[in-house]
Structures are given as structure tokens and as C-alpha cells.
């Protein structure tokens, strides 16, 4: 049961700003939504996390919906390197039945 | 430099034969954990550690023990490994528990059992 759902693929021009959407309509409301990426095959790097604000930091740009369920991860000039997998992921469940859900990213390619 | 480290990196068994990853990290962290990654699975929780001489389990951990004897290292233990724990595990390792806020992960051990 997907908590989080994002496009497998998408394209980038390099330069260009890239816009990585997730659907994550089942957050509860003090939950943080958190990005990561991972490059080939390497472990999961962070990236930025962000509750009902606009985040931003040196790598991206986090643009939450007022009602919580979707946000964006903006790169804002995407280069070559920026090529990996990027995950959305929330903590879903209350109590001891909580848990952190990875989604299966989004592929971004960035292009010369 | 701060850094999760795995070893081996690659490691080739067969069918019941013990085995062991170690995780190691020199940032001081009270949180550790083991993810599996498999295709068309995404990542997935084997264990976590709170701290020294505290873990649970995630949400795979069948076929998987751990320990936390000390706080920089939290080793993956396979006793009777099997060709479905044929994956690439991550460890990781965080100094606020429970969330997915700043994970440093390590580099990954990719485990084939035949």
C-alpha cells in the first residue's frame, strides 16, 4: 500500500530547473515530509525535509501544499550530477506502529 | 571526515552459511539502522538501534539478527542465509531517532546468496 507516490522518470534539461512532484495524501498532520537521493547504486543522501513551510536550502527547494498532501522538490539549476533517484518519504502510523516510508523515487535524468 | 562504513562492500555465499556485515560510524550517533534495497521494493527497515544495548525490529527482519554492544558500530548478523536475502543493505545512522531527518548512510554491501 503506497503512501507515497511519485513519477518513476523524469527529464531535465541541464541548467534548467528540475520539479520533482510526490502525492502523500495519507500524512498525518505533525509529520514531516522528507527528501533524499541516491546516486547509481550509492546509499541515500539527504537532501531537505519540511513540514507545512517553504524550505530551502543550498542543494533544493521544498514547496509544501497548504493541505499537506503533495509537495515538489525543486532543483533549481539541475547540472549532470544531479542525475539520480529521488525520494519522497514520510512517517505514516500512529504510536508504535509508526513507521518511515520509502517510496520507489523518481529517476531523474539531466541532460546536456 | 564523518562517514557510516560498510564491509565487505560484495560478498558472495552460499545457502547457510553464517555471515556478518559490519557498520561503523564516527559521528558520535545514538541511532543506527539496517535498510535492504530491492528492485521494485524501494527501501525497506531490517532493524534500528535507539542506542547501546537497545534495538527493534523494522519491517523486514526475518532472517536477520543485530547487536549494538557499542555506539559506533551496529553489525548485521546472517546466521542461515538464504537466496532470498540476496539484496544490497545500507546502514545508517542518524542523531535524532525515529525520523528520516539528516540519515548518513554508508555505501552499501551487495549480498548474493546462492
Known amino acids: 500500500d503506497a503512501k507515497t507516490t511519485q513519477p518513476p522518470s523524469m527529464d531535465c534539461a541541464e541548467g534548467r530547473a528540475a520539479n520533482l512532484p510526490c502525492n502523500h495524501s495519507?500524512?498525518?498532520?505533525?509529520?514531516?515530509v522528507y527528501w533524499y537521493r541516491q546516486i547509481h547504486s550509492q546509499g541515500p543522501q539527504y537532501i531537505i525535509h519540511?513540514?507545512?513551510?517553504?524550505e530551502t536550502n543550498e542543494m533544493a527547494s521544498l514547496i509544501i501544499t497548504e493541505d499537506r498532501k503533495s509537495s515538489t522538490l525543486i532543483l533549481p539549476h539541475a547540472t549532470l550530477r544531479d542525475t539520480a533517484v529521488y525520494y519522497c518519504?514520510?512517517?505514516?502510523?500512529?504510536?508504535?506502529?509508526?513507521?518511515?516510508?520509502w517510496g520507489l523515487g523518481t529517476s531523474l535524468a539531466v541532460n546536456p | 571526515e564523518a562517514q557510516v562504513t560498510q564491509n565487505p562492500r560484495y560478498l558472495i555465499t552460499v545457502t547457510g552459511k553464517k555471515l556478518t556485515v559490519t557498520c561503523s560510524q564516527n559521528?558520535?550517533?545514538?541511532?543506527m539502522s539496517w535498510y535492504r534495497q530491492d528492485p521494485g521494493l524501494g527501501l525497506r527497515q531490517i532493524y534500528y538501534s535507539m542506542n547501546v544495548e537497545v534495538t527493534d525490529k523494522g519491517d523486514v527482519p526475518e532472517g536477520y539478527k543485530v547487536s549494538r554492544k557499542e555506539k559506533r558500530n551496529f553489525p548485521l548478523i546472517l546466521e542461515s542465509p538464504s537466496p532470498n536475502q540476496t539484496s544490497l543493505y545500507f546502514c545508517?545512522?542518524?542523531?535524532?531517532?525515529?525520523?528520516?531527518?539528516?540519515?548518513?548512510f554508508g555505501p552499501g554491501t551487495r549480498l548474493t546468496v546462492t
Open positions: 559521528m558520535n550517533h545514538e541511532y
Open positions: 545508517a545512522s542518524s542523531s535524532k531517532p525515529g525520523t528520516a531527518y539528516e540519515q548518513y
Open positions: 495519507t500524512i498525518s498532520g505533525n509529520e514531516y
Open positions: 519540511g513540514l507545512k513551510n517553504n
Open positions: 518519504i514520510v512517517r505514516v502510523g500512529a504510536g508504535n506502529n509508526r513507521k518511515l516510508i
